[in-house]
C-alpha cells in the first residue's frame, strides 16, 4: 500500500498513520497498537503547534499543518487550532480524515521521535503520479452520523458539523488560515 503514496506531498492523519504503524509494526509488535500510538502522538505534537514551522514553505512562511478544504485543496492552519476538534470523541474522526500532514513534517516528526521514516517518502524509487491512492478500511465522513460542512476564504476556514442529515449545526468552528 505505501508504494501508492510515493509522489504524495501530503497525506491525511488517518492515511499517514495506518501505513506508517503498520510498516513500523513489521519491526515487532501489534499493528494496531503501533497505529493507535502514532495517531495519539501525531496528534499531540500537531495541537502542540510542533508541526507548524516544519512544511513547505508558503506564503511567507512554512507551514506542516492543513486542511482539506471544500474544493478539495489544502488550505495551510495552525495545528493549535485543532486542540478541541482532536480531544473530542465526536469530531476526532473528522480530524483524521480531513487533516493533512506534509511530508517534510513526517521526516521532521519521525527524526524528532527517533523512529523510522515512513520507506515510500525515503526510498528513492519513484512511481507514476497517475497511480491512484486507495486506503483499505477507510471510513468515510459522509458515512459517519456526523456530516462536517466547511467553508474557506482568504482568512479563515469555517467548520460547521451536524448530526445527521439536514441536522441543525451543533457545533460551529472559525479556523484562521496562515
Not at 505505501?2 to 503498520?22: D, M, V, Y
Not at 509494526?25 to 499493528?31: F, I, L, S, V, W
Not at 497505529?35 to 511567507?60: A, E, R, Y
Not at 452520523?145 to 482568504?154: D, E, F, G, K, S
Request: aromatic share 8%.
Amino acid at each position: 500500500m505505501s508504494i501508492l503514496f510515493r509522489t504524495q506531498k501530503c497525506l491525511t492523519i488517518f492515511q499517514l498513520t495506518r501505513a506508517w504503524g503498520l510498516e513500523l509494526a513489521k519491526g515487532g509488535g501489534e499493528p494496531e497498537q503501533h497505529v493507535h500510538d502514532l495517531t495519539h502522538i501525531l496528534l499531540q505534537d500537531i495541537v502542540n503547534g510542533h508541526l507548524d514551522d516544519s512544511g513547505p514553505f508558503w506564503n511567507g512562511r512554512r507551514s506542516g499543518v492543513g486542511v482539506i478544504t471544500a474544493n478539495y485543496k489544502v488550505g495551510f492552519i495552525e495545528g493549535r487550532y485543532f486542540l478541541g476538534l482532536a480531544t473530542s470523541d465526536l469530531t476526532k474522526n473528522w480530524v483524521l480524515h480531513y487533516v493533512v500532514v506534509m511530508k517534510e513534517s513526517v521526516l521532521d516528526f519521525a527524526s524528532r521521535h527517533e523512529i523510522p521514516p515512513p520507506s515510500w517518502w525515503t526510498d528513492g524509487i519513484s512511481v507514476s503520479t497517475d497511480a491512484g491512492v486507495t486506503t483499505k478500511g477507510a471510513h468515510s465522513i459522509a458515512a459517519s452520523p456526523i456530516l462536517a460542512w466547511m467553508r474557506m476564504n482568504a482568512d479563515q476556514v469555517v467548520v460547521r458539523l451536524r448530526s445527521g442529515a439536514g441536522g441543525r449545526a451543533w457545533r460551529c468552528r472559525t479556523l484562521p488560515t496562515v
